[in-house]
C-alpha cells in the first residue's frame, strides 16, 4: 500500500523564521522526492534521495533550503530565514515505477 | 532544455462533452511522457503514461498518443463527467536522465465539467 503524509499541511511564517516540513511514507521507498508548486505552475524539482543518500539537489535549493532522510523513511525539508518568494506548496513524492510518483497532499508555506 | 507547454485553462465543460487538453514538448532525446491529474484537496496522482513513440497511454476512458513527430502528447477523452473535474498535468522524463527519472512538468489545466 502507498501512501505519503505531510505534515504540516499549512503553515504561516513571518519573513526570516525557519521553518520545517516533514515527509512520511506510509510503507519502505527507496526513492524520495521534493518538489515546489507556486501557484498557477506545475511542480519543480528540488531534491531526491535513494535510501538516506541526497543525490541531486536542484538549483532551485539555495543555501537556506536543507532536506535530510536520516534512517531512508521520512524525510525534512528545512527553510531557513524564509523570504516571501518562499511561499508555495511543498510537495513530496515516493517513487513507485518509472515515472510513477505518488504525491502526498502537500504542506502550503506562506511567508508574510 | 527540456520543457512541457500546454493548452492555457481554465477549461470549462458540460457533461459528455468531449475533451482535449494539448500538450507539446521540447526534450533531448527519446522522453518519457505522462499526464498526472490533481482531484480537488488531493496530492498530485498518475493517470497515464507512454514510453515510446505511438505507444498509447489509456485509463479511466483517458487516452494519449505519443507522437515524435508533432512533439506531442494530448490528452482525450470521449464523454466526461463531473468527477473529471481537476487539474491535469503533462510531464516528461528526459530518456538519458542517469537515472534520477526527474519529472518536467507542464504548467496544469484546469477542468471543470458541469452537469
Known amino acids: 500500500d502507498t501512501g505519503v503524509s505531510q505534515d504540516p499541511r499549512h503553515k504561516i511564517t513571518k519573513r526570516g523564521q525557519n521553518v520545517t516540513f516533514r515527509c512520511d511514507p506510509i510503507?519502505?521507498?527507496?526513492?524520495l522526492y521534493w518538489y515546489r508548486q507556486t501557484l498557477g505552475q506545475g511542480p519543480e524539482f528540488l531534491t531526491y534521495f535513494q535510501n538516506e543518500a541526497q543525490l541531486e539537489k536542484s538549483r532551485l535549493l539555495s543555501d537556506r533550503f536543507s532536506a535530510e532522510r536520516p534512517k531512508g523513511s521520512f524525510s525534512t525539508l528545512e527553510i531557513q530565514r524564509t523570504e516571501q518568494g518562499d511561499s508555495a506548496m511543498y510537495l513530496c513524492?515516493?517513487?513507485?515505477?518509472?515515472?510513477?510518483?505518488?504525491f502526498g497532499e502537500g504542506s502550503r508555506l506562506t511567508v508574510l | 532544455g527540456n520543457s512541457v507547454t500546454q493548452m492555457e485553462g481554465p477549461v470549462t465543460l458540460s457533461e459528455e462533452a468531449f475533451l482535449t487538453i494539448n500538450c507539446t514538448y521540447t526534450?533531448?532525446?527519446?522522453?518519457?511522457l505522462f499526464w498526472y491529474v490533481q482531484y480537488p484537496g488531493e496530492g498530485l496522482q498518475l493517470l497515464l503514461k507512454?514510453?515510446?513513440?505511438?505507444d498509447k497511454g489509456s485509463n479511466k476512458g483517458f487516452e494519449a498518443t505519443y507522437r515524435k513527430e508533432t512533439t506531442s502528447f494530448h490528452l482525450e477523452k470521449g464523454s466526461v463527467q463531473v468527477s473529471d473535474s481537476a487539474v491535469y498535468f503533462c510531464?516528461?522524463?528526459?530518456?538519458?536522465?542517469?537515472?534520477?527519472?526527474?519529472?518536467?512538468f507542464g504548467k496544469g489545466t484546469k477542468l471543470t465539467v458541469n452537469p
Open positions: 510503507s519502505e521507498h527507496n526513492r
Open positions: 513524492a515516493v517513487k513507485q515505477g518509472r515515472g510513477e510518483l505518488f
Open positions: 510531464a516528461l522524463i528526459p530518456f538519458a536522465q542517469g537515472g534520477s527519472e526527474k519529472l518536467v
Open positions: 526534450a533531448t532525446g527519446y522522453p518519457s
Open positions: 507512454a514510453t515510446k513513440a505511438d
